[in-house]
Every structure is written in C-alpha cells, then in structure tokens.
C-alpha cells in the first residue's frame, strides 16, 4: 500500500431543507460556493453525523430526551454538504484512490467541484480512481453533497408485492440500514453523513485484489488438516513471469509454508498441515489464530504483502426442513465434526448514530463474552460493523451468524435493486469471509415470513430472486465453504408446500403473545433452535430520568414520553410499537397479580419479570440438549435509551436479567425441569464440557430454611442428564442450588409458585438465596 492521507476529522457542513436547495441560483460543488449560498454552515466532524455535530454547536438539545425525537422528524428532508481541503504534492505517473468506506446514505461526490460519482448505499465502501493529473500540486477539495432520503425514494415505483413496516417503506430501494426509519427496538433517526472512514491512498504498483486462506478439510482425529489459498493480484502491465506467491503462517511451534509460481492474475495454494492448531468458538476449546503472510515476490523482492490471522477450522449447519410435536428434525452448527450447542445473543446496531458504534463495540462485545455466549446473530435490520467486532469475536472465540441487512420486509426485485444487492453481497462476502468467527451467512430477518403472512400463503418466499438467486449465488462464488441460509426463519420448499409457516421448521423465532413466559406458546414451542426470543425489562430508575423528563417520570399511561421510547416514532398511543410499554406493564401483572404503584416498583418487578422469563427461556432449551440445540436470545445492550428487551441499558446499566442469565450459561449449571403431574420436579445437571465433571451440590428450599438434597454426581460431557428429584409435596418452595465444578462454586435457583407471585415474598427469599440486592 502507498502514501496514505488521512482526510478525517473536522469537515466545513452546510444544512439546508429541500425548499432552500431548491430555490439556489446554482448547484453547489465546493466550500465556496457552500459559504456564498446562504445556507446554514458549521463545523462538522468525519466519521460522525450531522445531528451530533448540530448538538455538539448547540444547535438542537440532546435527541434522546424527552419528546426531542419527534424534533428530528423536521430535519428528514435536510440536505448536508461537507467539504475539505488538503495539501498533496501529486504525481502525474501516479494512481490515487479516495477512499470513504461509510456514506450515508445517497450521496455526489465532487473533487475541485468536479463530479466524480453518485452513490446510493450506506452499507459498503466507495473507491474513486484518480490518475495523479487529476489532483492538483498543493490544495484540492473533496466535497460531498447527500441527499435526503425522503427526496430519492420519490423517484421510484412501488409494486404491490414491495412492503415494509409502516415507517420503513423509503428504505425499500435505498441501501440504508433499516433500523434507522423506526423499529421497535429503535425511535426514527434518519441520521446522514460521512460516517466512516475516508482517505487517500497511493495505488501500490502491485498487491493483492483478494486473499483468502480457508479450510479445505480436516481430519476426524484432527492430526492432520487440508488449506486453500485463494488470491487474485494486480501487477499493471508487469509479464506474469518471473512473479510468485508465497504463504506463511505460525502459531506457537505450528507452521506451514507454500509458494508457486504465478501464471495469471488469480490462483490457488493448497496446503498440506500436520498437527494443526484448531480455532474452537468459546465452551469448545482454545482460539489458536495463525499469523499469516502472503507475499507477491520476483527476484527477491517484495512487490505486494497482505497480513492477515486464520483460524484453523470447519463449520456446517444441519438442518431439516420440517420439525414436529415429537421433535423429528435438526438444526444444529457442526464445528470441527462436533455438535455445538448455541448459546448466543442477538447483536444489533450499538447507537441510533451509526457513526457512535464502533467505539460501543468492545465494552458490549466484554458483555458476551461475561455472559459465556459463544454465538452474536448480528440482525438484519442494522449495519455490517467495523472490522473491529469480527477480529474481537475471532479472540474471544464467539461464532458470528451474519445477516445480509435486509429485514421485515418484501423488498423490490428490478434489475437494479438485484444489481445493489449482488454489489454488497460481494463487498461484504470478501471483507468478511477471512474471519474464523463468521459461522453462517443469513439472507435476510423474517423476509420469509413477510411472504407467507403477508400474502396469505399466496406467494412462495422461494420465488424470491433477491434471496434465492443473487445473494446465494454471491455466497456460492465467494464463500462455498460456509453455509448459507436464504432468510431467518427459513420457510424452503418443503415447508410451503407443507403450510408449516413459521411454526413447524426447526428454527424459529420465540415471541408469540409475549404472555406469561411459562405459557402454552414458550412451553409447547417446537423450535430445535429459537434464533431470536426476548422478555421486556425496564431500565433502572437511574437510566429512565437521562431520557425521560422528570414531568413525565410516572404515571407511564396517557405519557407520550414513554411511548416515543418504546420505540415509536410518534407520541400517539394507536402507532405500531405502542403497545410495548403496556405490554411491559402486563408482564408485571401476570407475574404479580397487580401494577406497580410507583416507577422504583414498576423498574423493579419489570426486571424481576424479565429476568425469569429469559432464565426459563434459556433453561428450557439446555435441558432439552441435544433434541434442541441452541438459543440466540434478544438480545444483549440498547443501542438508544429505550423500554426494550435488552439485559443491559444503552448506559451500560445491567438489568437484573444480566445476572439471572450469566447464572444460567454456566458451562456446568444445575437447574429444575417444570413440575411434572404428581408436583415432582427433575433436577437437571447439564456439562457443555467436552469431558465428564464431578460436582458436588446441595439444594436449598430458602422459604424453610432446609437442604433438600445434596449429593456428589458425575456428569457426563456434553450432556443433559436428570440428577435427582426433588418433591415439592404441595409447598410452594424457593429452591436455591448451589454446586462445586473444578474448585468453583456456582448457583442458580428456581421457584415453584404459580403466578401470580406475592412480590414481598418473592424480593425477601431472592435477597436470603443472594440472587437480588
């Protein structure tokens, strides 16, 4: 790589409406025609976008408090134009690239008020070829003119099969991501700027276009492994003679090498590696990561290099199309021959400010890790994140299912929309397809159930191109070693022609009536693997007055401030996401028997709630191993202050659930089957260890002060075994389990009552078993 120029930082950005562009005598093209226009300029700042940097001037209050959302709907139809100005001395024999690796969203781009490109999708990268004649000897100015959305999306047709949700239908053709036209888990931001990255880059003579090191094969035994080394080069009008590649990689006193020879611009290494160092996701074993070299040499020198770090290792989905009441069916990831039991959380985007996430994405990834997932789905309704997310997850050894960003929604087929997806497809495919983490690449979020409920079983999902044809065939070119699964929940052939809907195919998504968690819809659930399922939880007292003013705090009925963090992108009680927060206040009173009188008890029981839902959840799907085979609970941290589903609010604020779930993933974990008819529960010892453990436990009935079973039990590897059974005889107990694996004590504790609980009782014996403060 040449001469890098780093074009980050402060930025001049002017704001107007589409009524003041409009009226302009002239297009603008550059900061001096954006200082004469009239317009509003300030500084802005790059990656960043233009809301934060209107705070940071103190322009307009902080978004997120109050009703201050509904403000940002005025700003939808803003124009933004950034310019810069930079030095470069520039040769004319030269080739120069300018680099932004985020827009938001469509965009002119414009060098020394020369137009160079219009871009039209947030979600990949833009590289502009410049021959060195085109810059000129000291000052130059790139200058970058996005468009509202709201403007764009006018300019298309919109056939009836095409269907969002209510807010999101602008986004159908425009590659922005989802989440930001309102969700309910996220308010309405259309959020613009230039929020990655941008530079420019000297063209190297030579290097390389595509690297990409995987695992061909791997021995049952796992002594010995087979490599692929695909690359394609770039040498200009260099003779392919005299030119080879090489490859090196080591980890600890593991190394392999290979060169060949090159006879045209792409090739392949295969590798041959006797005891191989193996990547295993996190519960399975080490994350050896090999440090790789591939070089571009002639003559002994080096023309190109690319480094990079590989995991050695294989994984496979199994599945079936179809499930029953009797369990007949799988899907369940195969990693290195072995059955991997998922225990994983929903990612989605870490902040409503695209630009804001990549900063979140360590001490939210530390949460994962802290909870022992060893799986993130990162959702369709968000973004591709920062490199950063897939190299920490490669450390961690946490298993990425990747969604391609499209979700709830039927989206457009044209020639033109298939050409951005087939684009972006392959944009991320290569980015991403070098990380030993990334397990699974998904078409869309319930794309495939918008065709079945949406059309009344008349349109089969599978005659979807956009799925079935063009991302599969990015993933068949691209990435043939790692499955691809066209939607999530994946409704293929068999299970149309067999109407099973969303409910008869083994993966699923758990939300239902989201009634009590120990309901006929979670209890009965067919699912072998629930990839998404959540429980609503209130934020501490402490979070909710950073986002909701201390008029609004209580009641939370007839309270637009709570309905606009629900989130809903109006204050009005009949929008579509409005009946999450009565929906959060009817959780507490299944579990209680009434409503809280103030926000401190309604925080309070709301997080107790959520907290034995998503511990039921979890626990019903561990002792069900190997007849279920893992859950992807939604989902870890807020990305905005929000009533949500999250175990952690956006302030980094745990919510009891945090605790209760961490308790509930350990690798050796003790925990109670429901009652059967005669008011015997099971006790189950579940080992997600590849080896058998001895433990030691005691179970406490807190309520009468007694031990109602102790023993020493060995628990077979990767099992889920029945330890013992304990009989209630009627009480209504409050089991406390306490057990010792490899020198370590753990505890889980379970309840026996039938809702609804006496809230006292219950907060009096959690706090005596040391569950709750």
């Not at 930001?180 to 000297?202: H, Y």
């Amino acid at each position: 790589m040449g001469a890098i120029l780093d074009l980050n930082g402060k930025w001049e950005l002017g704001i107007c409406t589409d009524e003041q562009y409009r009226s302009l005598s002239e297009e603008i093209t550059g900061a001096d025609a954006l200082k004469q226009s009239g317009i509003l300029v300030i500084d802005g700042t790059v990656p960043g976008n233009y809301e934060l940097d209107l705070e940071r001037n103190k322009l307009i209050p902080d978004p997120f408090m109050g009703k201050n959302l509904l403000l940002e709907h005025e700003r939808e139809m803003n124009h933004l134009f950034y310019g810069k100005k930079f030095e470069i001395q520039p040769e004319e024999d030269k080739v120069y690239m300018l680099e932004f690796d985020g827009i938001d969203t469509v965009a002119e781009i414009y060098l020394n008020g020369k137009k160079l490109l219009k871009v039209d999708n947030m979600l990949i990268g833009h590289t502009i070829q410049l021959a060195g004649k085109e810059l000129m000897r000291g000052c130059n100015e790139v200058f970058v003119h996005i468009i509202p959305i709201a403007v764009e999306a006018r300019n298309y047709d919109y056939p009836l099969l095409t269907c969002a949700q209510k807010f999101g239908a602008d986004g159908l053709y425009i590659r922005k991501a989802p989440y930001m036209f309102g969700w309910d888990i996220f308010p309405r931001m259309l959020a613009g700027g230039i929020w990655k990255d941008v530079r420019l880059v000297e063209k190297p003579e030579a290097g390389f276009r595509q690297s990409y090191l995987f695992t061909r094969s791997l021995a049952e035994d796992y002594s010995s492994c087979r490599l692929e080394y695909f690359y394609e080069i770039e040498i200009g009008s260099l003779p392919y003679m005299g030119f080879s590649v090489e490859i090196e990689g080591t980890c600890g006193d593991s190394r392999f090498f290979q060169k060949a020879d090159i006879w045209s611009k792409s090739g392949r290494l295969e590798i041959g590696l006797e005891s191989p160092r193996l990547w295993w996701p996190r519960r399975s074993g080490e994350q050896n990561l090999y440090e790789v070299e591939a070089r571009l040499v002639k003559d002994g020198k080096i023309y190109g290099s690319k480094k990079f770090r590989a995991g050695i290792r294989t994984v496979f989905l199994e599945r079936t199309s179809l499930t029953d009441e009797k369990g007949n069916g799988e899907f369940c990831f195969i990693v290195n021959h072995k059955k991997t039991f998922i225990l994983g959380t929903n990612w989605v985007p870490l902040d409503s400010f695209p630009s804001r996430g990549k900063e979140r994405i360590k001490p939210s990834l530390d949460l994962v890790a802290d909870l022992n997932c060893n799986m993130i789905r990162a959702w369709g309704g968000g973004y591709y994140d920062d490199d950063v997310l897939y190299d920490l997850c490669d450390e961690l050894g946490i298993l990425v299912w990747q969604d391609f960003m499209q979700a709830c929604a039927r989206y457009p087929e044209t020639p033109e929309f298939l050409g951005k997806m087939e684009e972006e497809a392959v944009f991320q495919i290569r980015r991403l397809r070098q990380h030993p983490c990334l397990a699974l690449w998904s078409g869309d979020n319930e794309n495939d159930q918008g065709f079945w409920y949406g059309t009344g079983g008349r349109v089969d999902p599978n005659t979807n191109r956009n799925t079935r044809c063009v991302i599969r065939q990015a993933v068949r070119m691209n990435d043939y070693v790692r499955d691809y699964l066209p939607s999530s929940p994946y409704i293929d052939e068999a299970a149309f022609e067999n109407k099973a809907g969303d409910t008869m195919i083994p993966e699923q998504h758990l939300w239902g009536p989201r009634d009590y968690y120990k309901g006929d819809f979670y209890r009965n659930a067919t699912a072998h693997f629930a990839s998404e399922t959540g429980y609503h939880g209130c934020p501490s007292v402490e979070s909710v007055r950073k986002f909701i003013t201390e008029e609004a705090l209580w009641p939370y009925t007839d309270n637009g401030e709570w309905l606009l963090h629900a989130s809903n992108p109006t204050d009005k009680p009949d929008e579509p996401y409005a009946y999450r927060i009565e929906l959060m206040a009817e959780q507490i009173r299944v579990l209680f028997g009434g409503d809280a009188e103030n926000l401190e008890e309604f925080s309070r029981l709301s997080q107790i709630s959520q907290a034995e839902a998503k511990k039921y959840f979890i626990e019903r799907f561990r002792i069900g191993k190997w007849r279920r085979t893992g859950i992807i609970w939604w989902n870890v941290i807020d990305g905005c202050p929000q009533f949500s589903d999250a175990v952690v609010d956006y302030y980094f604020d745990k919510k009891l659930a945090y605790g209760y779930i961490r308790r509930a993933q350990e690798m050796v974990a003790l925990m109670c089957d429901e009652p059967d008819e005669n008011a015997c529960v099971r006790l189950m010892g579940i080992n997600d260890y590849s080896a058998a453990k001895r433990v030691h436990y005691r179970v406490s009935d807190v309520t009468a002060d007694r031990v109602v079973s102790e023993a020493d039990v060995l628990l077979p590897a990767d099992s889920s075994i029945e330890i013992g059974l304990l009989d209630t005889n009627g009480r209504t107990a409050f089991y406390e389990m306490e057990w010792t694996v490899d020198g370590r004590s753990c505890r889980n504790h379970y309840v026996t009552w039938a809702v609804p609980f006496n809230k006292e009782a219950y907060i009096k014996y959690a706090q005596k078993a040391g569950i709750i403060k």
